[in-house]
Every structure is written in structure tokens, then in C-alpha cells.
């Protein structure tokens, strides 16, 4: 489940002006995701046209323009606007963002509209996003158990505040998913799944504690 604050089902937020919108450039792309509207329901959905300030969304429920909705969409994270207008077969919305965070979406869906055409190489390919959910559990093969906290995940790994650092290469299992230790910093460990996910939803079901 999408787990957010949102206001109530009546709550209708203030969308953004078509001139404001218009300030990005929208890419082909086809990336898959959940979303909630405001009355909590849940669907999954489908992006192919997306900017920095807007998306096109292919959706079983379009919800009503002015609607605020919540969305986790795969290689991208997490996006929140309101519903701009209804389209055939779902809706636009408009993205609330930081410059920063504007900023990242920006290069990732450059990569996402350019990867098939310049084959770009696949180590790269899943923005990485802060979980609802940071503490979890490392298990090593041995038994041991030690409290972590989450500080970013992806579809393919996570990065791990930790006390311990099990050598390169060994094996855990990170809050229910089988991983193995790929880097070390100061803090802790970057892991790396055992198989890439392809919803950061069931990521983040995954790494809740046992």
C-alpha cells in the first residue's frame, strides 16, 4: 500500500497554471507504477509522456481534475501533483518538485528516452529513492542479526546505514531479500540484490523487518 498523508477525498488541491506546465519538455517514455488518489484507492498505472513538471498517465481510474495524487513510478521514485485534465484511457498531472529533485528526474528521463537508441549500458539504470520505511534488519548466514537504517533503495540495491562491515561479496538478507555486500563507506554498506525487483513498492514491502 502507498502509504502517504493526503487530505481528504473531498479536498480538491490548486492546479498549476498551462504556463507553468509548459516550462518542461515532455519525453516519450513507457515506465510502469502504482498510484493513490485522494480517497486512498489504489491503481497501477503506466507513464508515457513525462517532464520534470508533468506526466501522461495510462490509468484504470482517472479521478476528477484537481485531484492530488501520489505516485511511486519505476526508475523515477516517488512523484505528487494533481490531476491536470482526463485523457482517453487515464490523466495528466502536474509534479510538485524541488529545483533538486526537478533537476535528477530531468537526467533520469533523458536516460530513460535515450537508453534503447544509444544502447547505454544497464549498471546505472534505477534512480535511486529514499524509502517510506528506513529501519530494517541485516541477517548474516551465521545468525547474526543487526538493526539498520535504510538510507536509499533501488530496484536493484540499497544502501544501508549499518554497524558492521561484513566483507565485499558476502551474503545477507536485508529485511526479507537475499543480497550480497558491493561496497563499503563510511557509514555502512551498499548492497545488491540477489534479483532486480520491478516495482520499488515491493522493494520497499521487502525490506521491512522480520
Same mark, same amino acid.
Given at each position: 500500500?502507498?502509504?502517504?498523508?493526503?487530505?481528504?477525498?473531498?479536498?480538491?488541491?490548486? @492546479?498549476?497554471? /498551462?504556463?507553468?506546465?509548459?516550462?518542461?519538455?515532455?519525453?516519450?517514455?513507457? @515506465?510502469?507504477?502504482? #498510484?493513490?488518489?485522494?480517497? /486512498?484507492?489504489?491503481?497501477?498505472?503506466?507513464?508515457?509522456?513525462?517532464?520534470?513538471?508533468?506526466? +501522461?498517465?495510462?490509468?484504470?481510474?482517472?479521478?476528477?481534475?484537481?485531484?492530488?495524487?501520489?505516485? #511511486?513510478?519505476?526508475?523515477?521514485?516517488?512523484?505528487?501533483?494533481?490531476?491536470?485534465?482526463?485523457?482517453?484511457?487515464?490523466?495528466?498531472?502536474?509534479?510538485?518538485?524541488?529545483?533538486?529533485?526537478?533537476?535528477?528526474?530531468?537526467?533520469?528521463?533523458?536516460?530513460?528516452?535515450?537508453?534503447? !537508441?544509444?544502447?547505454?549500458?544497464?549498471?546505472? /539504470?534505477?534512480?535511486?529513492?529514499?524509502?517510506?520505511?528506513?529501519?530494517?534488519? @541485516?541477517?548474516?548466514?551465521?545468525?547474526?542479526? #543487526?538493526?539498520?537504517?535504510?538510507?536509499?533503495?533501488?530496484?536493484?540495491?540499497?544502501?544501508?546505514?549499518?554497524?558492521? %562491515?561484513?566483507?565485499?561479496?558476502?551474503? !545477507?538478507?536485508?529485511?526479507? +531479500?537475499?543480497? %550480497?555486500?558491493? /561496497?563499503?563507506?563510511?557509514?555502512?554498506? *551498499?548492497?545488491?540484490? *540477489?534479483?532486480?525487483?520491478? +516495482?520499488?513498492?515491493?522493494?520497499?514491502?521487502?525490506?521491512? +523487518?522480520?
Amino acid at each position: 500500500m502507498l502509504i502517504d498523508d493526503l487530505p481528504s477525498p473531498r479536498f480538491i488541491a490548486p @492546479v498549476r497554471t /498551462r504556463a507553468e506546465a509548459a516550462k518542461f519538455q515532455r519525453v516519450k517514455v513507457s @515506465v510502469l507504477g502504482r #498510484y493513490m488518489l485522494a480517497d /486512498r484507492r489504489e491503481f497501477p498505472c503506466q507513464v508515457l509522456e513525462m517532464s520534470p513538471g508533468d506526466a +501522461m498517465v495510462v490509468a484504470p481510474v482517472a479521478g476528477i481534475v484537481g485531484e492530488k495524487v501520489i505516485a #511511486y513510478i519505476d526508475h523515477i521514485g516517488r512523484i505528487e501533483g494533481c490531476i491536470t485534465s482526463q485523457i482517453d484511457g487515464g490523466f495528466m498531472m502536474d509534479i510538485v518538485a524541488s529545483a533538486r529533485k526537478r533537476d535528477k528526474m530531468a537526467a533520469q528521463l533523458t536516460w530513460l528516452a535515450n537508453k534503447d !537508441i544509444l544502447n547505454l549500458p544497464e549498471d546505472r /539504470r534505477h534512480e535511486r529513492v529514499v524509502p517510506d520505511i528506513r529501519h530494517s534488519t @541485516v541477517v548474516l548466514d551465521d545468525g547474526r542479526r #543487526y538493526n539498520c537504517k535504510i538510507i536509499d533503495i533501488s530496484l536493484s540495491g540499497a544502501a544501508v546505514e549499518l554497524d558492521v %562491515r561484513p566483507a565485499m561479496g558476502t551474503p !545477507i538478507t536485508l529485511g526479507r +531479500m537475499r543480497a %550480497r555486500v558491493v /561496497r563499503h563507506f563510511q557509514n555502512g554498506v *551498499a548492497v545488491e540484490f *540477489a534479483s532486480s525487483q520491478e +516495482m520499488i513498492t515491493i522493494v520497499q514491502q521487502n525490506l521491512r +523487518m522480520n
